[in-house]
């Protein structure tokens, strides 16, 4: 059940030495952190100052695109469950639902499947600019560098409070992101790219992008797409995950979106966050066998390694997403090809599941955990991994770029701090020091 929001409600502050009181404001379940000014105990004239280092208990934005209940495993985009939008829903279709709050009924689908159609082809010199990335680039600085690069041409984009500006970006965005990200694949393979083909559909012309060779004709494996456009919808949004944050905070100072959802790139890129999922796959390939599970259960549990693909900040639950994903990974294994990594991650779980250092943090399976063994199924290597992730995440950030920009209560992103450092003092001559 969706929690409801507590009513409106205020909490007196009682000073415990000089007995002085106030009263504070609760509004939606929170307290508006700038009450606290009119306390003077604080380090400066700003009075008393809220610390919450990482965000663990601070709210940034009202938002109404996606829901989380971490305790009940409760996952929705503007109301619908992500199991139910991943069984009967289409990526651009999520898309729609995620940037505009409904779902689209059959024409506004159309026309919106029209407009990423007519932007899905990329400028010719972003080839060129690829080619010039040295080989051992990381897929993610690539699709970040081509990112932030794309906003070069577009140089409207800086007019990020005109509201039919951001949509036509938005567009942008949405439609040239996969032709990055089979870019960027082609460019480690050093093949030469395969251009859209928006005639097919969104997720058939990536696939087609990604797979096909140059000139030859192409058939898109059915369980393929089905995977693809199921992993895209799953890694859509998250609320204010770390780089959706990211994206904010940078889109805050009201610079082009190229460039804050390139920012968003590099945080979704740490292995802490969407890296965890090529992190997973070589952790995987690293235990090698069942019988290796324990010894490496051991090294986490006494903090050498990390379980990457479990916990999670919000969910203490299984994450919806991974129980998706887990149910999907045989729909494209071949049936002929058991994957033994798959055996080795349902052993890991298993075992992990029973561990009270696992149950006693409430540590599950969180979406990266299975979602590698997909996307290595279908031919990619773990370095594409994270690529994937953001090119599904590409509606959820520039979802929260709109809503962020629409906020009458959103400033530039300006967080205070505690000074620990030296109080003023003189500059010493160079013989003094
Ligand atoms: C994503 O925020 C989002 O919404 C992210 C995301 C999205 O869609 O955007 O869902 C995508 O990033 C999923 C998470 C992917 N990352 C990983 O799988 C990396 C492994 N997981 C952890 O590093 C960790 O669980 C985090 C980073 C995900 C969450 O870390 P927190 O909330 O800061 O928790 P913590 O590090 O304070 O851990 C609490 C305790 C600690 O033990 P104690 O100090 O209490 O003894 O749990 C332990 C941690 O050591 N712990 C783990 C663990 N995760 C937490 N121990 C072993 N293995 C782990 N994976």
């Not at 415990?16 to 509004?27: F, I």
């Not at 899905?120 to 010039?132: G, H, K, S």
């Not at 992101?177 to 395969?194: C, G, H, I, K, M």
């Not at 594409?384 to 959103?410: C, I, K, N, S, Y």
Request: proline content about 6%.
């Amino acid at each position: 059940m969706t929690s409801v929001q507590p009513a409106d409600d205020s909490l007196s502050i009682e000073h415990s030495t000089s007995g002085k009181k106030w009263e504070l404001h609760v509004e939606d379940g929170c307290l508006r952190a700038t009450q606290l000014r009119q306390i003077p105990l604080g380090q400066t004239d700003l009075g008393l100052l809220s610390y919450d280092p990482a965000f663990l208990n601070t709210a940034s934005c009202r938002s109404a695109i996606t829901f989380i209940d971490g305790e009940a495993g409760i996952l929705d985009y503007r109301g619908y469950s992500i199991e139910d939008l991943a069984e009967t829903a289409t990526y651009p279709e999520v898309c729609f639902l995620l940037l505009n709050g409904e779902l689209p009924n059959e024409s506004e689908l159309a026309s919106f499947e029209a407009e990423l159609a007519e932007e899905a082809v990329l400028p010719a010199d972003m080839i060129e600019l690829f080619a010039a990335f040295p080989d051992n680039m990381h897929p993610m600085t690539m699709l970040a560098s081509g990112l932030a690069s794309l906003g070069a041409k577009y140089p409207e984009a800086d007019q990020v409070l005109d509201e039919a500006n951001r949509k036509r970006q938005i567009i942008r965005l949405l439609a040239k992101t996969p032709a990055l990200a089979a870019l960027v694949w082609r460019r480690t393979q050093n093949d030469s790219p395969v251009g859209a083909s928006p005639d097919k559909g969104f997720i058939a012309s990536f696939l087609r992008m990604l797979l096909a060779n140059p000139g030859e004709d192409f058939e898109v494996e059915d369980s393929f797409a089905r995977a693809m456009d199921a992993l895209l919808t799953l890694h859509a949004d998250h609320e204010q995950n770390c780089s959706t944050n990211a994206v904010r905070a940078v889109a805050s100072s009201h610079v082009n979106p190229y460039s804050a959802v390139a920012a968003g790139c590099f945080a979704l890129h740490g292995p802490l966050h969407g890296g965890a999922n090529q992190a997973v796959l070589e952790m995987l390939e690293e235990i090698g066998t069942i019988e290796a599970i324990p010894d490496f259960l051991e090294a986490c549990k006494c903090g050498d390694r990390r379980l990457m693909g479990f916990g999670h900040r919000v969910y203490k639950n299984y994450d919806p997403r991974a129980k998706v994903i887990s149910g999907l990974v045989e729909s494209v294994l071949d049936a002929g090809q058991p994957d033994p990594r798959l055996e080795i991650a349902r052993a890991l779980e298993a075992i992990a599941r029973e561990d009270d250092y696992f149950v006693s943090r409430k540590l599950f399976p969180n979406v990266d955990f299975y979602s590698g063994i997909l996307y290595s199924s279908m031919g990619f290597p773990p370095s594409m991994f994270t690529v994937f992730f953001a090119v599904g995440r590409m509606v959820g950030w520039l979802a929260h770029w709109d809503e962020m920009l629409r906020d009458p209560e959103q400033k530039i992103a300006r967080p205070r701090q505690i000074y620990t450092g030296h109080s003023r003092r003189e500059v010493p001559k160079m013989a003094n020091r």
